[in-house]
């Protein structure tokens, strides 16, 4: 790498770089293979009638010279670019990071390349990527979210397929691919209930919040089918973080002295509570067993004890994304929200 | 958008899409411009010899008619696809996640557009995302690591500019852009000295990393320019996490009863060594004072007390990655590895 890296110093006047060694062309692979570069472009594109034997010389010859084909050449025949755009709607951190990286997984594997276009929750940098991509002329468009509050469909700049993941679109005609919230908390609190825990309080994130409302509603209906009551007689609405998790399950212990079981909304507030529980002298999980939600390692591996916790598979549901997007690509587009189950990860906090 | 989402799903027999409306060419803008085609292209392109008044004129018809230009053709001409590869080479987490949003911000403010390939480590995907790049014929590209351990030189399938983010290029040809992690240790050793604290103990990752290595260094210089030694007599190498965090304080606590500080390799071992203290009765930062490393909100901020902490502004280490990048682009390569400084945040430990 030093010698090409000394030589691109010496930029050339029109400032381009001279190339480190002549560049094999289409026209040698067709030499080689004895064919017309037609019929070799036809070959390496996989489209045209063509007998199984020119195609293989064709490869052969193409694999022996190490031709690469220009894709910027080859997207303009096909009329795709085989690029897709990854465009994050607000900050991209600890939920959308995995939703990125299992589509980028599913769509680098199958030769498609990924523009990272990072929004930062600003609507002129979003309309500045959409059309970014626009001129690119990506084949299709994943918009994750952070968030599983439906969002508003994007503004159309350009026709080509949009897949929205984690913040499901508003827009019933648009396809979105979100997590199954109400079956991870339903899991949880079944296994609460499985475990003899009969007075189950739950703490969780903002009212405002539509994780927080929809796994809510699956703990008191999930509690309700079992003739169970909530704990301390309500749903406790907060904070995401520790502080709150500290805070409420001292309200809890004091509203329902025999609380025998706390289901919190995620991993910080259980981890809030644990720490809690446990400078007041109540045993996790012999007098108190405790669940909480998103398995952030981080959070749920040093917890004392190690924290039972629903995982919402974000990678797989990245990788889902990606998948219904080639599919809309090419032309089998589907609509509607598609919910990805959850998994509940059982540690030695219940 | 449900409209021409409906539309998309009559796919053509050809398998391309019908546009949704007519395409805007560079002839209609050229036509309205009252110019040639070729005036057009060097006055979008920004090319050539031409009056200012020309240029406008294109540029105002080009804004009149809704022109985007097609990247490709214009990468074609130019002999620049105006594209950038970002390439992680371990897993995408915590450390790498600022420094690739950081670069993605400082590009795709300057109209580049930029692929992510996320090689998991895997030398086999590595090499197919280099090959990738090289048929998309990208300008550049940055390597970002997770950690701050020197790494080999990608090795070349293409002659472009690369720019090693974190993990520096063992290469002294390659420029690299890495945070100054001993300038970072000895501002909070210092910090702590200042506060009048001199039996100062340091408890960090494993002995084999990198960082752990270069900031127990500074700890151990900057502890000698004062005139003291390390309490305990030595550091503490372990892990980077809580459990070791709590553990290791103890012996610190054992071997030298009247430490009174303790700096951290990482915020998570402070947390550790927090929750152990409390646990133990000692007051932070009342009897011991505590500094991390990372300045990770939700360890730092979760943290009994708050933590003093040392931020290597990964963010900007993206940000600078990329600036340098696009000199080296311009034909301004540099070589060395060039070292950002960090930065004290101090909360309520010390």
Request: with cysteine; charged share 25%.
């Amino acid at each position: 790498m030093s010698d090409s890296q000394g030589s691109r110093r010496e930029a050339r006047p029109d400032g381009r770089r001279a190339p480190a060694r002549p560049r094999v062309t289409i026209a040698d692979v067709a030499a080689l293979a004895g064919v017309s570069v037609g019929t070799a472009s036809k070959a390496l594109n996989n489209r045209g009638k063509l007998r199984a034997e020119t195609r293989s010389r064709v490869a052969d010859a193409a694999r022996q010279l190490g031709f690469r084909p220009n894709e910027m050449a080859r997207s303009l025949l096909s009329g795709r670019s085989f690029t897709v755009g990854l465009l994050t709607t607000d900050h991209v951190g600890r939920f959308s990071l995995p939703v990125l990286l299992g589509a980028e997984d599913a769509l680098g594997a199958g030769e498609i390349s990924v523009f990272l276009c990072d929004t930062r929750g600003d609507a002129i940098r979003e309309r500045h990527h959409l059309q970014a991509l626009a001129s690119r002329r990506v084949d299709g468009i994943i918009v994750a979210g952070r968030r599983t509050d439906p969002r508003p469909p994007l503004r159309q700049f350009l026709d080509v397929p949009v897949v929205y993941a984690m913040a499901p679109s508003q827009s019933a005609q648009d396809l979105s691919v979100a997590p199954d919230e109400a079956q991870g908390a339903r899991e949880a609190v079944r296994h609460l209930i499985a475990a003899g825990r009969s007075r189950i309080a739950h703490i969780t994130g903002p009212a405002r919040h539509h994780s927080s409302q929809v796994r809510a509603a699956a703990f008191r209906r999930t509690l309700a089918e079992a003739g169970l009551a909530p704990a301390a007689g309500k749903v406790l609405y907060g904070e995401w973080n520790e502080p709150w998790g500290r805070q409420a399950v001292q309200h809890v212990l004091h509203a329902d002295p025999r609380c025998d079981a706390v289901f919190c909304g995620s991993d910080q507030i259980a981890r809030g509570a644990a720490d809690s529980l446990r400078e007041v002298g109540r045993t996790v999980p012999g007098d108190i067993a405790l669940a909480g939600f998103d398995n952030w390692d981080v959070m749920a591996t040093a917890c004392r004890p190690p924290l039972t916790t629903v995982d919402m598979a974000l990678g797989e549901l990245g990788r889902a994304a990606a998948v219904r997007l080639l599919e809309a690509i090419d032309g089998r587009a589907r609509s509607g929200v598609e919910y990805l189950p959850c998994r509940l990860v059982i540690r030695d906090s219940t």
